[in-house]
């Protein structure tokens, strides 16, 4: 066995070991620390969704909201919500037929919407935000993607 071998023998064990180290990693950051892909993910039944959710604004308590959105091509359900004072923004958004993205432009929300599943997302609107801001959908769903939008109006006082 000439030295051209014994190289090889060194480099696998360098690979082994790479994978072994991240496969610990791995282990170590999902045990221990608790990272993990998301294992709570609410479903749905897109042919049955008016039993599952309602599209619409429901206040839970002062400047707590939660807000129901269904998107199929090429529209939001409801197009137009009106938040006062909002302190807490609950989203449960899901889709009627296929992939669509929920984005507020300018803010933080931006949250993959896909049939079969209600995205579940929190937000807390920063204090000086008011007035219009223009809700857009950032997945191309079809040939009219690009007029599938809809208004959320905040209002302060
Ligand atoms: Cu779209």
């Given at each position: 066995?000439?030295d ?46 008016e ?9 839970l ?18 197009n137009?919500?009106v ?8 989203f449960?958004i ?19 919407v ?7 997302i ?22 009219a ?13």
């Amino acid at each position: 066995m000439g030295d051209s071998h014994r190289l090889e023998y060194v480099w696998i064990g360098v690979v082994v070991a790479m994978l072994a180290g991240f496969t610990l990693i791995l282990a170590y950051t999902s045990e221990a620390k608790g990272y993990g892909t998301p294992d709570s993910a609410v479903t749905c039944d897109v042919k049955k969704l008016e039993e599952q959710i309602t599209p619409g604004v429901r206040q839970l308590g002062p400047g707590i909201y939660e807000v129901n959105l269904v998107g199929a091509q090429w529209s939001w359900n409801p197009n137009r919500i009106v938040l006062e004072n909002p302190k807490k923004v609950i989203f449960r958004i899901t889709s009627a037929d296929v992939l669509h993205g929920f984005e507020i432009v300018g803010t933080s929300v931006n949250v993959m919407v896909m049939p079969g599943y209600i995205a579940e997302i929190e937000w807390m609107p920063p204090e000086g935000l008011e007035g219009d801001l223009l809700i857009v959908c950032n997945e191309y769903c079809g040939l009219a993607h690009h007029q599938m939008k809809a208004t959320l109006t905040i209002v302060r006082g």
